[in-house]
């Protein structure tokens, strides 16, 4: 059976006062409508009005002076897909092209780099806390509003979602937000009825799907059809990573409602191709954009909007700058069923958005062209998380703001305060959480493993640690594993699983690590490492080189 969970709903944050912000708005409103000199309104955390400069404000702000911005506001980026905790790590010089998720999941080196810290830090009282602090903050430096969320398991049996300041998508305690849900029981992953019962409720699934390039990876889309012309397959099912996928298989994914989540430079270094973004559109699959982690991916939505745009570009300039922005807005809400509420900047919806300076040139290519320090402001449900600290302090004149450091750009100001900031966390300040983050990680060579996976006893306080994607059994899944249904050209037998990567020898081996750096234009040595990257095709790795350098 799945662990028990915590789900009481916190109370809601406590919005800023009423506020107004002037610059060009790219409101991706079901008629892209641009507005180079308008006012946005917000009051309690929804947008009140969206209008031109010139014209009087609404009732309710007579007294309120907007905010020059001079920048273009964006609606918040909404990513699909990413594994948060791994964010502390920094980029892995893929060894080798893999065909096959399975091929490097359980090798020494993933161990070495991946694994065995992730389960010194994620098993560590002092250390979980700051994992999660630093990761969300990497996702407000990044632009990033809304993300795959934190799972917390703890030693008592129970699990619940980390409640944090960028939203959730597996936990938004609010009614006009579905959530989803990126695992699934282990018995509903296995078992065709039970699996297409799950996808007949009425939360959208972000699952791993056909992860590689072998004819493998591609059976587990395959075993989805458990009988013949049946698929289990609905509006539900939202494949992560689908690199193996025809254009047929594609087709097939469209016709039964499906989407995808795609993370271009992650498929990259580790397979030397990604998905076939050409075939999803013209089978008119919805596509929606994930940076996957920090061990074979983008910092942030910002750096894999550029990926996407080369990875286009590379297969024949399939999608428009407009096409890439929606993924990771609109079409990102639409595919979550939160467009009602989010993924474009209407009056009714909530004040998620992100704010880069300038307003020449097209609005779409200069989002996608910002480096991590042009943004100038980030705001979820109208409270500013994070921005330059002209806009920060115009706008929270007496909040408690924090510098991010020195891996973020400069002269900017994060806002980690909450009323409801979820108790792991409470007080912890970024500073703190990089100072044990840093510390940690040089001295993983000396460290032993932390003897908090033992059931608690009656009368002992639950620790909580983080449940590691498929580092410790939970009892829940990524990713479909139906059996694999024998006919001819496709394998068969039971589906295959990653090699287990819980070692024996526990956290035996393990040398020092740097801190991932929160954002790419102060960190030098992933530009370097992401160019040298092996399994980067040539064309892709000059156009890179030519964007970073």
């Not at 550029?306 to 700058?321: E, H, I, N, P, Q």
Request: aromatic share 4%; charged share 20%; net charge negative.
């Amino acid at each position: 059976m799945p662990p028990t969970t915590d789900s009481t709903p916190p109370t809601p944050p406590t919005p800023p006062a009423p506020y107004a912000l002037r610059g060009r708005i790219v409101t991706m409103d079901p008629h892209d409508t641009v507005l180079d000199d308008c006012v946005l309104y917000i009051d309690r955390g929804v947008i009140a009005a969206v209008q031109p400069a010139a014209a009087p404000p609404p009732a309710g702000f007579e007294a309120v002076t907007p905010v020059a911005t001079g920048g273009t506001v964006y609606p918040g980026l909404i990513e699909l897909h990413n594994h948060l905790p791994y964010d502390v790590l920094q980029l892995w010089q893929v060894p080798k092209r893999y065909t096959n998720r399975s091929q490097w999941g359980g090798t020494a080196e993933y161990h070495r780099l991946v694994t065995g810290p992730m389960t010194a830090l994620g098993e560590d009282p002092q250390l979980m806390p700051a994992v999660v602090r630093y990761v969300e903050a990497k996702a407000l430096v990044n632009g990033t509003t809304t993300s795959q969320g934190i799972a917390l398991f703890s030693n008592a049996g129970a699990r619940r979602m980390y409640r944090g300041l960028i939203r959730n998508v597996e936990q938004t305690d609010d009614s006009s937000l579905p959530e989803a849900a990126s695992r699934i029981a282990d018995v509903e992953a296995v078992n065709a009825t039970r699996f297409l019962a799950r996808l007949h409720q009425p939360h959208r699934l972000l699952l791993h799907l056909a992860e590689g390039t072998d004819a493998r990876a591609r059976a587990h889309f395959q075993a989805l059809e458990f009988q013949p012309g049946q698929w289990a397959i609905t509006d539900n099912l939202v494949g992560i990573h689908c690199t193996a996928l025809t254009a047929d298989d594609l087709r097939i994914l469209a016709d039964h409602g499906g989407s995808m989540v795609w993370s271009p430079l992650s498929n990259l270094l580790l397979y030397g191709q990604t998905a076939d973004i050409a075939a999803a559109k013209q089978a008119g699959v919805l596509v929606g954009l994930g940076s996957d982690w920090s061990v074979s991916g983008s910092k942030g939505l910002l750096g894999e909007l550029k990926a996407a745009r080369l990875a286009s570009t590379v297969a024949g300039s399939v999608f428009t700058d407009h096409e890439l922005v929606a993924m990771a807005t609109r079409d990102a809400a639409t595919i979550l069923h939160w467009d009602q509420k989010l993924g474009s900047l209407q009056p009714g919806h909530y004040a998620d958005l992100l704010t880069i300076a300038g307003t020449a040139g097209d609005p779409y290519g200069a989002l996608i062209d910002a480096r991590d320090s042009d943004i100038t402001l980030v705001a979820i449900g109208g409270t500013p998380r994070y921005g330059t600290t002209q806009l920060m302090q115009a706008i929270l004149p007496t909040a408690q703001l924090e510098e991010p450091g020195s891996t973020a750009p400069g002269d900017h100001l994060l806002n980690l305060h909450d009323d409801t900031t979820d108790p792991v966390v409470a007080g912890l300040t970024l500073a703190e959480a990089t100072a044990r983050l840093t510390a940690a990680l040089t001295n993983l060579p000396s460290r032993t493993a932390p003897a908090t996976h033992l059931r608690a006893g009656p009368t002992d306080t639950p620790t909580w640690q983080l449940a590691l994607d498929e580092i410790r059994p939970t009892g829940a899944e990524l990713r479909p594993r139906l059996p694999l249904r024998e006919s001819p050209g496709r394998p068969s037998g039971p589906a295959v699983r990653a090699p287990a990567t819980d070692q024996p020898d526990g956290l035996a081996a393990l040398t020092a690590l740097v801190l991932d750096a929160l954002a790419a234009t102060r960190d030098t040595d992933f530009i370097r490492a992401l160019i040298n990257e092996s399994n980067l095709p040539e064309d892709y790795r000059n156009a890179l080189a030519g964007l970073l350098t």
